[in-house]
């Protein structure tokens, strides 16, 4: 969690908390009308949909196991997905 907050977080709210406390250090207050209110909760809306969507898998489901890039006789073997044995019945 800590590196989340440091390398995704900070960097994301930081520019924003200065210019606000520079706002408020000026005595001008915050001034945000209706639309950029909209606007900044659509964003966050469409970019929550995008990384649901982006994080679900459309493919066929993939039975199998993965096996990863390794040696074999000199040459590099790309990492892959072996199918899985089906159980005798």
Request: without cysteine.
């Amino acid at each position: 969690m800590g590196r989340v907050l440091l390398t995704i977080i900070v960097p994301l709210l930081l520019p924003t908390a200065l210019y606000i406390a520079w706002r408020v250090a000026l005595g001008r207050g915050i001034n945000l009308p209706t639309t950029w209110v909209w606007l900044a909760l659509s964003g966050l809306v469409l970019a929550s949909v995008t990384l649901v969507a982006v994080s679900v898998d459309f493919g066929e489901p993939r039975n199998g196991v993965y096996v990863a890039p390794h040696l074999e006789g000199g040459q590099v073997v790309p990492g892959h997905i072996a199918p899985a044995l089906q159980p005798q019945r």
